[in-house]
């Protein structure tokens, strides 16, 4: 009904989507559902000539998954959403809010998540700046 | 030289809603800018768990009020398909005309805040002025202005008459005419040029790298409008996307200023192929499994993302809206530009922030 799904791994997801830039895919967006207490699955959504096709990522969400905003780098945007809430740490973002585009400093909740997780510390370093 | 950081927003004369940019300058000049939002954020996606999904559609039309039958369409348009429900052809074609109309007042909005943007008073007042036919239009058939209230899942819950049909099609004779004596202001005005021509410039190849969508993408010659996929009733109506190639604020202009008066024919081809027939179809059972929805809305491509698993509620509905995907634009069009034209530049992708921060 969505399309083409390829299930991928985190040790692969920066490289398929690099390849995807490559054959003229426009990033779209992710999307994170929470599938149970300690997993989600994240999806990542192509277009080429208004063709879909989307990775799903299952991931634990205290795994920190790879983020793609080195190869698209619109996607710092989704991936600081995702990371605010869902709680979910994406390395190697372009720009980290950690955790502050949408909520204040001082929120442990992560607001989309049924199974609350408590965010006990900061969940990366901002670069260039020290993590408080 | 040293850097001086000014905040841009969130509260601006020029910004309609609150969104913030964290501006680094060398004198006058930009070298950097960082969006920050959160300010009006409701979590509309997180009540689908909560609400059953016939009511999820005036949740989503509350995502944003300027194209709010436009999510409203493609929330419905998401579960019809998942459940399997053929929409009347009637109610397709209603949804191309209210749909258009909504474009209309919202190219308009935007074509009044973006004169507004460098100054433009008298201008900013008659593209409003105009504006209010549309609504006017809206209220007359629907009962309210701006939050219309006419999709619902499986078909439509208003119809127009034959009456309203001809007195929609003598008002957008009005509205045409009164557009096209702007047309001269907006293509060939020495302020309109001086303040938009060469800002904000972005390549095609850098627009669709960045993912933009919409009038924001097709201004730098990318054509690709969701109203390509057929949409409603779009498959059955003549439609080429509005295409300009600079990529500059005034590219900008031009892609929506064209695209008011392509809606105006849209409506037209709309009410003369508009068959009889039923409003909406009776729906029965609940939604399983996984599905997107995309349509073009005023500012591009809104992409829906549905899980459902069969009970009353969605697991998951996932909204991304046109300005999310046009935010990043800003990190790569403001660099390089003179502080006076970031107003001009950070409207130029028809920013929503009610949209963003659903």
New interface residues.
């Given amino acids: 009904m969505i399309g083409q799904v390829i299930a991928i791994s985190p040790e692969n997801v920066v490289g398929e989507t690099a390849k995807m830039k490559v054959e003229g895919y426009r990033f779209v967006t992710l999307s994170c559902v929470e599938l149970d207490e300690t997993t989600v699955d994240i999806l990542y959504h192509f277009d080429r000539e208004f063709q879909l096709k989307h990775f799903r990522l299952t991931v634990p969400k205290d795994a920190p998954v790879p983020s793609i905003s080195p190869v698209y780098f619109a996607a710092f945007l989704v991936e600081n959403e995702i990371q605010d809430l869902f709680g979910i740490r994406f390395q190697g973002l372009a720009i980290d809010y950690d955790r502050t585009l949408y909520l204040d400093e001082d929120v442990k909740k992560t607001p989309f998540c049924k199974y609350v997780v408590i965010k006990t510390a900061p969940l990366c370093e901002v670069p260039g700046e020290k993590a408080s | 030289m040293t850097k001086t950081i000014i905040p841009f927003g969130p509260q601006h004369p020029v910004l309609p809603e609150p969104v913030h940019l964290k501006l680094t300058l060398e004198d006058e000049v930009i070298t950097e800018a960082?969006p920050?939002?959160?300010f009006v954020?409701r979590?509309l996606?997180?009540l689908a768990?909560i609400r059953d999904f016939h009511q999820m559609v005036y949740v989503v039309e509350r995502i944003c009020g300027i194209c709010s039958m436009i999510h409203a369409m493609c929330y419905c348009q998401g579960i019809e398909?998942?459940m399997g429900i053929e929409v009347p052809p009637r109610a397709r074609f209603l949804r191309v005309i209210w749909s258009e109309l909504h474009r209309i007042h919202s190219h308009l909005l935007w074509l009044g805040l973006f004169a507004d943007s460098f100054g433009f008073e008298s201008l900013f007042m008659q593209c409003w002025k105009i504006r209010e036919k549309i609504l006017d239009i809206d209220e007359a058939t629907t009962g309210n202005r701006i939050i219309i209230s006419v999709c619902v899942i499986g078909g439509m819950r208003k119809d127009l008459s034959p009456e309203q049909v001809n007195w929609i099609l003598s008002e957008l004779k009005d509205v045409e005419k009164e557009i096209k004596r702007l047309e001269t202001t907006i293509m060939t005005d020495y302020t309109v040029q001086k303040r938009t021509v060469g800002k904000g410039s972005l390549t095609g190849k850098q627009a669709?790298?960045?993912?933009l969508v919409g009038p924001t993408l097709r201004a730098s010659g990318i054509a690709q409008d969701?109203r390509?996929?057929g949409y409603a009733a779009f498959n059955e109506i003549d439609f080429e996307p509005v295409v300009e190639t600079e990529g500059d604020c005034y590219a900008r202009c031009k892609v929506r200023f064209r695209e008011t008066l392509q809606s105006i024919d849209l409506i037209r081809q709309a009410m003369a192929k508009l068959p009889e027939g039923e409003l909406a179809v009776k729906v029965k059972g609940r939604p399983e499994?996984?599905?997107?929805s995309r349509v073009e809305q005023p500012r591009g491509?809104v992409?829906y993302?549905i899980?459902a698993n069969g009970k009353k509620n969605l697991?998951?509905l996932?909204v991304?809206t046109p300005t999310?995907?046009n935010?990043?634009a800003l990190?790569a069009m403001l660099p390089g530009m003179w502080l006076s034209d970031v107003p001009v530049i950070v409207l130029s992708i028809d920013p929503c922030i009610s949209c963003t921060?659903r």
């Fill in positions: 960082i920050a939002f959160g954020h979590g996606e997180k768990e398909e998942m669709y790298e960045l993912g969701m390509m996929l499994g996984e599905i997107i491509e992409f993302y899980k697991e998951r996932r991304r999310f995907a935010v990043p990190l921060e």
